[in-house]
């Protein structure tokens, strides 16, 4: 009896030490094997959404989207960083600034879909070929970016938005060729966009307040910064993209309208021809015309100040334009009024530094276009009013 029962008890004691070796293999082995099966049963389909341009000032760029529809889990999610909160306390101000925080945010396919229908803003869709293990850590990267910790980050318009945070994922999640799309420089991509959907007085302001910094050619990694852009970029990659989707809602086509080249031509011939008229009426226009202009180049001249020296927009940093479009027009003005001597002295200032910075101007690492240029020329034939202002001092 006694054998009988040592044999039983080193069966059990065996066996425990079965269970417990089994159950220690096995928690090892448990999130190695989780992982494999939540890659392998899981159905996911990743798209790049692309959008057009809409009415808004901050939809003309486009837009740019992720959808992630998961089969498994019946879901059909598009994430959006994009996303901006216009009550936030002083959003002009920090907007201006350059310390506004956009975030990311999630909607439905659906719902998303149905507010560019809304607006006629047409949605063009890459779906993605990835791997099953690149889809499932993308798609946890974006979850954690969902976390409130993690959803929000300042924008910058050329290094940081909407469209580079998905660019980076691409580049982080995706076997991408990184072909160049032929881009010469980030101004001529940003002042275009509003020409082209007829707001061609926003692409000049936007023209006059970047800097030389925007005049940087970007890297391989940097120039799919736009909506439109990051669209060529996939285009190129064929061997990654499975379908192409064109969902049109018949968007109106943008009223073009006049180029401002040609009303500001047409503003100087005017300016030229009641300056030179020597009547009661024509002086009289030509001085309202000298305070206005003065006044609207004070005014640009402070925004070109602020948005270069202390915004955090980047591409607003070394702006040359400053040189010659600043905010001493508006001390012009009551000196206009004050004394004639000194308001040509203003004018020979003004003037000399101006044609200094036309001739030099091939050398500065700052483009300027035409009309730009014929915003100088303007420019110019007010401070040329002011020095002749000055000369007829002796008639005071």
């Known amino acids: 009896m006694k054998m009988i029962g040592s044999s039983i008890t080193r069966n059990i004691f065996s066996t425990k030490i ?32 692309t959008c057009d341009a809409g009415d808004d000032l901050y939809t003309i760029w486009g837009h740019t989207a992720i959808r ?27 907007f201006m600034r350059g310390d506004l925080n956009y975030f990311i945010s999630s909607a439905s396919y659906p719902n998303f879909l149905y507010e560019y229908q809304y607006f006629g803003r047409d949605v063009h869709e890459q779906e993605l070929k990835l791997t099953p293990s690149e889809k499932v850590k993308w798609q946890q990267a974006l979850q954690a970016n969902m976390l409130p910790a993690n959803k ?33 420089s980030y101004r001529e991509e940003v002042v275009s966009a509003p020409y082209q959907n007829g707001l061609g007085w926003v692409g000049l302001g936007i023209d006059l307040l970047l800097g030389a910094v925007a005049d940087q050619k970007p890297n391989l990694t940097q120039e799919a910064f736009l909506p439109a852009l990051l669209y ?36 100087l011939l005017l300016y030229v021809f009641v300056a030179n008229w020597n009547t009661l009426i024509t002086q009289r226009i030509a001085r309202i015309m000298d305070i206005s202009l003065l006044l609207l180049l004070g005014i640009g ?28 027009y508006l001390v012009a003005i009551p000196i206009y009024f004050i004394s004639r001597k000194w308001t040509g002295y203003l004018g020979y200032l003004f003037f000399t530094i101006t044609i200094l910075m036309m001739v030099v101007s ?4 700052q483009h300027f276009s035409n009309s730009v240029m014929t915003v100088m020329v303007i420019t110019l034939f007010v401070q040329y009013r002011l020095i002749i202002r000055g000369k007829t001092a002796q008639y005071q």
């Open 301 to 328: 001249g402070g925004l070109v100040l602020y948005m270069s020296q202390f915004s955090l927009h980047s591409a607003c940093h070394e702006n040359y334009n400053l040189i010659w479009l600043h905010p001493l």
């Open 68 to 94: 992630v529809t998961d089969s498994v889990q019946q879901t059909d999610i598009v994430y959006n960083f994009g996303s901006f909160d216009f009550s936030t306390p002083n959003f002009i101000a920090k």
């Open 232 to 267: 060529k970029k996939m285009a190129l990659n064929p061997q990654l993209i499975i379908a192409t989707k064109d969902i049109q809602f018949h968007s109106k086509p943008a009223e073009k309208g006049w180029a401002p080249i040609y009303i500001l031509i047409g503003i």
């Open 18 to 49: 079965i269970l417990v070796l089994l159950f220690i293999v096995g928690s090892i082995n448990y999130p190695l094997t989780y992982a494999q099966d939540s890659i392998q049963n899981t159905k996911l389909r990743f798209s790049l959404i």
């Open 152 to 184: 929000f980050y300042q924008y910058n318009f050329i290094r940081d938005n909407c469209t580079t945070r998905i660019k980076d994922g691409l580049l982080k999640h995706a076997p991408i060729n990184n072909y160049s799309i032929g881009i010469h």
């Open 362 to 365: 091939h050398w500065i690492p």
